[in-house]
């Protein structure tokens, strides 16, 4: 079936580089997304990958997917507080466009000043 | 361009009592979706509309919720009776038509249920 697993939880010191990684079984995805999510907001799209890149990098964020282990991270560079947020992977559940987002649980990210 | 709305953002209600939650999306997307964010949990899908003829609603508890998009614009969703357990934030998004299509959520109705 479609599963998304990320791990829970990540620390980090303010400059430094974080990297949030994230596992996906839907081979068939077309596309993967990273979604950060404030309290008390709704989720934000931040940057998405097309099923045949490898890398994409937009500003301080660089998503790195590897397709045959369905594995997918996000890179954020000199990290900041502003960033301290939970940090949600999705993929496209099926190959219709249109097709709902199939999330992991979520990366909570903690940025220590 | 204005954003997803919805109301309401808070809602307290006791088991077995009723509750709707209303979401605007953007204007012209005619894909929406509900999903329900269980605390420390990702949000998972409840119902999808394609203007307002439903696409997708295997994952939705049909003995308690319904939903309803009638003009293919505005949607409700409603829970009756309501348990502990679908305390939740329910999120509304809508589908943009560009490539890639990307869902903008609104800031979702936290529902608890005492």
């Known amino acids: 079936g479609e599963d998304v697993e990320q791990s829970l939880f990540l620390s980090v010191r303010e400059g430094d580089s974080s990297v949030i990684n994230c596992t996906y079984t839907d081979s068939s995805s077309t596309y993967l997304y990273w979604y950060k999510q404030e309290p008390g907001a709704g989720l934000q799209l931040l940057t998405y990958i097309f099923s045949n890149m490898d890398m994409k990098q937009d500003q301080r964020l660089t998503v790195l997917l590897n397709k045959k282990d369905k594995h997918l991270s996000l890179r954020i560079a000199d990290t900041q507080t502003g960033d301290s947020a939970i940090y949600f992977c999705?993929?496209?559940?099926?190959?219709?466009?249109?097709?709902?987002?199939?999330f992991g649980q979520g990366t909570t990210l903690q940025v220590k000043p | 361009e204005a954003g997803v709305a919805q109301s309401p953002r808070y809602k307290i209600i006791e088991k077995r009592q009723s509750v709707a939650f209303w979401c605007n999306p953007i204007?012209?997307?005619?894909?929406l979706y509900w999903y329900q964010q269980i605390l420390g949990q990702g949000p998972k899908l409840l119902i999808q509309f394609q203007n307002n003829g439903v696409v997708d609603d295997s994952q939705l508890p049909k003995d308690r919720f319904s939903a309803e998009r009638l003009k293919g614009v505005d949607s409700t969703l409603k829970i009756q009776p309501a348990k502990l357990e679908d305390s939740a934030v329910y999120l509304c998004a809508s589908l943009t038509s560009g490539r890639p299509n990307e869902q903008f959520f609104g800031p979702g109705t936290r529902l608890t249920v005492l």
């Open positions: 999705a993929e496209k559940g099926g190959s219709s466009n249109t097709g709902k987002l199939i």
């Open positions: 204007s012209g997307h005619a894909t």
